[in-house]
């Protein structure tokens, strides 16, 4: 069974320009989670999307969106890009209300630098 | 407002046995649980408590004091592969997922 895929692996764009980041979750889980992992800060809480619906987000400006598709794969575009946006961008999954089992599916992220 | 707190660097020899701590300050609490991430690579599960006391998988084991607000990692008979970055994340009523820092465990042979 294939894992939480993310695209691409790596992107290189200038200040102010806009990024999309892709995420496929594992087959059957509805529930994808954003998270950014900027260097020595941890893994900030970004979005929580669930059965196409935006259901939570972090402490992130609005410049930070994203949406669900039917399919339950998931996109996060970064529009205005900052020098600070550089950042590994984790996407996860889980099956279900993650409050049951506490257990997040990661993928190995994109890695965004903004020059 | 929500917090996690565990230590930046833990050191241990091979062989031996390490506690990662964490304390945690959130509003409507549901449980914590521990992510390993090796260099480069994703966040991969360990463990959840959501009650107090002690869950063991393996080598490794997960404390929860619901009460103290504290919860701990025990990794027993390391290996050099245990070297990783270790998570603690809150799961709570607002139903954010809130990761702490993460601790660095280097492994002396």
């Known amino acids: 069974e294939a894992g939480v895929t993310q695209s691409p692996t790596h992107l290189i764009k200038t200040r102010g320009q806009q990024a999309t980041l892709r995420c496929s979750p594992i087959s059957g889980h509805t529930s994808v989670y954003w998270y950014q992992q900027a260097l020595g800060l941890g893994l900030q809480f970004l979005l929580w999307y669930d059965e196409g619906e935006e259901r939570n987000r972090g402490n992130f400006p609005p410049r930070f969106s994203g949406r669900q598709f039917p399919n339950y794969s998931s996109e996060l575009n970064v529009n205005a890009l900052e020098l600070e946006d550089s950042a590994l961008y984790l996407c996860?999954?889980?099956?279900?209300?993650?409050?049951?089992?506490?257990?997040?599916?990661f993928g190995e992220g994109s890695r965004l630098t903004v020059l | 407002g929500q917090s996690l707190e565990q230590p930046s660097e833990v050191t241990a020899v091979e062989g031996a046995i390490v506690q990662i701590n964490c304390t945690y300050q959130t509003s409507g609490f549901y449980g914590l649980s521990w992510y390993q991430q090796h260099d480069g690579g994703a966040p991969t599960f360990l463990s959840y408590n959501a009650l107090d006391g002690l869950e063991e998988t393996g080598r490794f084991s997960s404390f929860l004091s619901r009460s103290d607000s504290y919860g701990y990692l025990l990794l027993q008979e390391l290996q050099m592969k245990d070297s990783a970055s270790y998570f603690c994340?809150?799961?709570?009523?607002?139903?954010?997922?809130?990761f702490g820092k993460g601790t660095r465990l280097h492994i002396l042979p």
């Open positions: 996860a999954s889980s099956f279900g209300s993650h409050i049951n089992t506490g257990e997040l599916f």
């Open positions: 994340a809150v799961m709570n009523r607002d139903d954010k997922i809130i």
